[in-house]
């Protein structure tokens, strides 16, 4: 291995490998042979597997949160909106009692 080649950029050579790049650049770009590759497939492409879950994992979880925070951000804004005009009403009520013109039981 050569000393440039790190362990991420050994994952990430698997990670393109498994998306479709061919062998053969990725071989050309690291400056190794298929013998060593393949040994690090050997080696590392459970992680390289399980980093590329994680991170489709990670978007949908960032997708369903946005949408949340969404719907979180609209039914406060509609529970505001409810609270104003409720307090506007009791206000009203209480000033109708006030005058004598509203009996409560």
Do not use: H
């Not at 949408?67 to 529970?79: G, H, I, K």
Request: with cysteine.
């Amino acid at each position: 291995m050569k000393p440039n080649n790190t362990p991420a950029k050994i994952i990430g050579s698997i990670q393109e490998f498994y998306n479709g790049r061919d062998p053969e650049e990725i071989y050309t770009d690291l400056e190794i042979d298929k013998d060593c590759f393949d040994s690090w497939i050997r080696d590392f492409g459970s992680i390289a597997n399980e980093l590329l879950e994680l991170r489709d994992e990670n978007e949908t979880l960032r997708t369903m949160f946005t949408n949340l925070s969404l719907v979180n951000q609209s039914l406060r804004n509609s529970l505001d909106s409810l609270t104003r005009t409720d307090s506007k009403i009791f206000e009203l009520l209480l000033k109708k009692r006030g005058a004598g013109n509203l009996s409560f039981p």
